[in-house]
């Protein structure tokens, strides 16, 4: 990942991080808490593709799992949310422009009732029940639900700050310069000119004129 990537992801899930301990977790809502650490992995996943998506969930679940007050084995959450990230990055638009808001949606359902079934079965295999005496159904429904409302105001703005974090000026710079060397060759190669020579008779060309001009002066003086 570049370092413009690093530095935004790091700053955005830090952030997620503190809103979901400090606020989200103490509303006391019925079924599940509202995933705010979730909706951050998929915006930037939709823009990074399934590799950058993979390790920004990886970083961001295991941040979560050794937040306090953590409550299950650390790796967790880690796991969780880096196949998520890896599976909504597959879904990134070709064109990193979203055409409707119905896919994402979709994402956005798909990726917490993905999460709530990975996270229980993974607890299921460490001899975690919690999910168990909760009710894993009442867990999926409000899981769906509190991060369907809550995207439409994470997810855009994740994934505008994103996009415009990947237009680098230098790398621009470096597209430019690039571009003019293409440019140059393809004169050069294809049309059989070379730029040397080209400037080697505007010079030859320039230095006539001088003398032609030279000349002319010369002629009506004597006259």
């Given at each position: 990942?570049?370092?413009?990537r690093?530095?935004?992801?790091s700053?955005?899930?830090?952030?997620?991080?503190?809103?979901?301990?400090?606020?989200l977790?103490?509303?006391?809502?019925?079924?599940?808490?509202?995933?705010?650490?979730?909706?951050?992995?998929?915006?930037?996943a939709?823009?990074?593709?399934?590799?950058?998506?993979?390790?920004?969930?990886?970083?961001?679940?295991?941040?979560?799992d050794?937040?306090?007050?953590?409550?299950?084995?650390?790796?967790?959450?880690?796991?969780?949310?880096?196949?998520?990230?890896?599976?909504?990055?597959?879904?990134?638009?070709?064109?990193?422009?979203?055409?409707?808001?119905?896919?994402?949606?979709v994402?956005?359902?798909?990726?917490?009732?993905?999460?709530?079934?990975?996270?229980?079965?993974?607890?299921?295999?460490?001899?975690?029940?919690?999910?168990?005496?909760?009710?894993?159904?009442?867990?999926?429904?409000?899981?769906?639900?509190?991060?369907?409302l809550?995207?439409?105001?994470?997810?855009?703005?994740?994934?505008?700050?994103a996009?415009?974090?990947?237009?680098?000026?230098?790398?621009?710079?470096?597209?430019?310069?690039?571009?003019?060397?293409?440019?140059?060759?393809?004169?050069?190669?294809?049309?059989?000119?070379?730029?040397?020579?080209?400037?080697n008779?505007?010079?030859?060309?320039?230095?006539?004129?001088?003398?032609?001009?030279?000349?002319?002066?010369?002629?009506?003086?004597?006259?």
């Amino acid at each position: 990942m570049r370092v413009n990537r690093i530095l935004l992801s790091s700053a955005l899930v830090v952030v997620a991080l503190v809103i979901q301990v400090s606020v989200l977790a103490r509303l006391h809502l019925p079924g599940a808490v509202p995933d705010l650490m979730l909706l951050t992995v998929l915006g930037l996943a939709l823009v990074y593709g399934h590799v950058g998506g993979a390790l920004v969930g990886f970083g961001a679940g295991l941040l979560v799992d050794l937040a306090p007050p953590a409550d299950h084995a650390a790796g967790r959450y880690a796991l969780v949310l880096c196949v998520i990230g890896y599976l909504a990055g597959l879904v990134k638009p070709e064109t990193g422009q979203l055409k409707s808001a119905t896919g994402p949606m979709v994402v956005v359902v798909a990726a917490a009732i993905g999460s709530t079934l990975l996270y229980a079965g993974v607890g299921a295999l460490v001899g975690d029940t919690a999910a168990r005496h909760v009710g894993l159904g009442s867990l999926l429904f409000t899981a769906a639900l509190y991060d369907l409302l809550l995207a439409p105001f994470v997810v855009p703005g994740i994934m505008a700050l994103a996009r415009r974090a990947e237009n680098d000026p230098l790398a621009e710079t470096g597209s430019a310069a690039k571009a003019t060397d293409i440019s140059s060759g393809w004169l050069s190669g294809g049309t059989g000119l070379k730029i040397g020579s080209q400037r080697n008779g505007l010079r030859v060309k320039a230095a006539r004129a001088r003398m032609a001009r030279a000349g002319r002066i010369k002629g009506v003086k004597r006259l």
